[in-house]
């Protein structure tokens, strides 16, 4: 599964999947689901879980200003606040945009 286009289009990310689908990702969703170690912490050899503690995200933060293509296998979204530390696996991105509201 991969993405064949990647469009922002007000406050969604609109994905097609290679499978003819198409996903509408809330670009707040996509920021909450920053994969990076600096929002969802570390985990050492022995698995435990080593957390910063929580910013507070403003309005900039889930501003996109642009999405660059990260070899064939994922997406690094650049953020309002300058946050680009994000790598999107496409498996990731298409399980963050299953995610239901409540999820």
């Not at 509408?24 to 879980?49: H, Q, S, T, W, Y």
């Amino acid at each position: 599964m991969r993405p064949v286009d990647i469009q922002p289009i007000g406050e969604e990310l609109a994905v097609k999947w290679d499978d003819g689908s198409e996903s509408f990702v809330p670009l707040e969703r996509l920021r909450r689901c920053c994969p990076c170690a600096g929002c969802k912490g570390e985990v050492d050899i022995m698995g435990n879980l080593y957390k910063g503690t929580e910013k507070k995200l403003g309005p900039t933060a889930f501003k996109l200003l642009r999405v660059v293509n990260v070899g064939s296998y994922a997406i690094q979204p650049i953020w309002g606040d300058q946050h680009a530390t994000g790598l999107y696996s496409f498996e990731y991105l298409r399980h963050v945009a299953d995610l239901t509201p409540e999820s």
